[in-house]
């Protein structure tokens, strides 16, 4: 009976769930690893942190407007100072927004519009129309109808919404992997690159997406990562910039962009492929003697899981 008791109460504690827990991550970095582009994980740790600084000051005052917008919509509508001068006294709250801001969801949710896939010109019709319902399906499986209205809610109460696309195993026991629609339930906890001007953010060449999980949390997960082992002026300096606190310690996902080059050839067929010393030989048995050559960059999609002191997972 002991045993049963035990059981169940480790696997209460292993299912508490945190808005980090929505995607898995493996604490899969290696001793060795340096991220690209820089000579140490100190130096990219540095920057990441002088970036964070950066984006989040750019946006302060908007984002500081954000949450007076949400504290009114919950019905947090006096003025501190008024109330203040006002203690002991009736302060009463006639909260109307939330009908306001119903009213336009519920029109969004009537007049909602659909992704259509179009073909190029001279493009596959069969092949858009195959894509269009991938795209359905996907939405379908994700209940994606009520990841855009919550978006689009908390965009009516203080201006922004967030949600992501991902990728995620399809069960516990296969590899497959399937693309996948989920809320970001926080639209502040999205940090967008300052150069960024595109309303969608699709211009950001980064983009941090924080979480605070509590200290016994933090542990349980990265017990290699125990805040209190850093030094005094390390731990001081993470106080202050907000890293660590009393509630807990910030994990933030950082995705960039990364660009590299790679070696495009067109071979005496036509055909273009991108090719290295390991597969040029067989490209060349396939395709022909190689006509042209150009080196070409290309640009990949990096996450890292980090907290202000330390590479969690990834990339």
């Given at each position: 009976m002991?045993?049963?008791?035990?059981?169940?109460?480790?696997?209460?504690?292993?299912d508490e769930a945190t808005?980090?827990?929505?995607?898995?991550?493996?604490?899969?970095?290696?001793?060795?690893?340096?991220?690209?582009?820089?000579?140490?994980?100190?130096?990219?740790?540095?920057?990441?942190?002088?970036?964070?600084?950066?984006?989040?000051?750019?946006?302060?005052?908007?984002?500081?407007q954000a949450l007076d917008d949400k504290k009114f919509a919950a019905g947090e509508q006096w003025d501190p100072i008024v109330l203040q001068h006002r203690k002991g006294l009736p302060c009463l709250t006639i909260n109307s927004v939330p009908q306001f801001v119903a009213q336009l969801v519920g029109d969004w949710r009537e007049n909602k519009n659909g992704i259509k896939v179009v073909p190029a010109e001279d493009g596959d019709e069969h092949i858009a129309s195959v894509r269009g319902d991938l795209i359905?399906?996907?939405?379908?499986?994700?209940?994606?109808?009520?990841?855009?209205?919550?978006?689009f809610e908390s965009m009516v109460q203080?201006?922004?919404?967030?949600?992501?696309?991902?990728?995620?195993?399809?069960?516990?026991?296969?590899?497959?992997q399937e693309i996948d629609i989920e809320p970001i339930d926080d639209a502040l906890s999205v940090v967008w690159d300052r150069f960024s001007i595109d309303p969608t953010g699709r211009d950001a060449r980064?983009?941090?997406?924080?979480?605070?999980?509590?200290k016994k949390e933090f542990k349980r997960k990265w017990p290699e990562h125990e805040p209190s082992e850093l030094g005094k002026e390390a731990l001081?300096?993470?106080m202050t910039e907000g890293w660590i606190s009393e509630d807990g310690v910030k994990v933030t996902e950082y995705w960039r962009?990364?660009?590299?080059?790679?070696?495009?050839?067109?071979?005496?067929?036509?055909s273009i492929r991108p090719v290295?010393?390991?597969?040029?030989?067989?490209?060349?048995?396939?395709?022909?003697?190689?006509?042209?050559t150009r080196v070409a960059p290309v640009t990949y999609a990096q996450m890292h899981l980090v907290t202000g002191f330390a590479i969690l997972s990834g990339p």
């Open positions: 002991d045993e049963i008791k035990e059981t169940k109460k480790r696997k209460l504690r292993e808005p980090v827990d929505t995607i898995d991550y493996d604490n899969d970095v290696e001793k060795k690893y340096i991220p690209d582009g820089f000579d140490s994980v100190d130096e990219f740790l540095e920057d990441l942190r002088e970036e964070y600084q950066r984006d989040l000051e750019f946006d302060r005052w908007n984002r500081e359905r399906a996907i939405q379908t499986k994700s209940r994606a109808t009520r990841v855009y209205d919550n978006a203080c201006g922004d919404g967030a949600f992501r696309v991902c990728v995620k195993y399809a069960r516990n026991d296969v590899f497959d980064h983009v941090f997406v924080d979480d605070l999980l509590s001081s300096e993470m962009l990364v660009e590299r080059d790679r070696l495009l050839v067109m071979f005496e067929d036509q290295d010393k390991d597969n040029l030989e067989e490209e060349i048995e396939k395709h022909g003697p190689p006509v042209r």
